[in-house]
């Protein structure tokens, strides 16, 4: 069994044509015990998206996915800073470590 607990997929349908579909990637989740939940990012993230990646991801060891790993972690970071879980400079710096640079994403 995965360490994770449940997969957020943040690609929409039809994004390149060697996805499989999001039901496809449900069911394999699913399957393996994993919670999963699609919520498609085009270009930014909306509020609304940001918030529910975050609360999704909150207090759970979560993967979450897009075609390069941009649009999933700046939708986090993007919630939790809208939430005040955590702050600008905290959110730079883990994405960084993850081989990201949010510092243009976030305002501040």
């Known amino acids: 069994m995965s360490e994770f607990r449940s997969v957020i997929n943040n690609r929409p349908e039809g994004e390149s044509a060697d ?3 999001a039901s496809e990637i449900e069911a394999a989740a699913r399957a ?4 999963y939940l699609h919520i498609p990012v085009v270009g930014r993230p909306t509020p609304e998206q940001a918030a529910a990646v975050a609360g999704a991801a909150s207090g759970r ?8 790993g941009t649009r999933s972690i700046t939708a986090w970071a993007l919630g939790e800073l809208a939430a005040g879980a955590k702050s600008r400079g905290e959110l ?7 081989g990201y640079d949010l510092s243009a994403a976030l305002p501040g």
Do not use: K, M, V
């Not at 393996?32 to 919670?35: F, N, P, R, S, V």
């Not at 060891?61 to 390069?68: E, K, M, N, V």
């Not at 730079?92 to 993850?98: G, K």
């Open 92 to 98: 730079i710096a883990l994405a960084a470590a993850a």
């Open 32 to 35: 393996e015990g994993l919670d």
């Open 61 to 68: 060891r979560t993967l979450a996915f897009c075609r390069s």
């Open 19 to 21: 996805q499989p579909p």
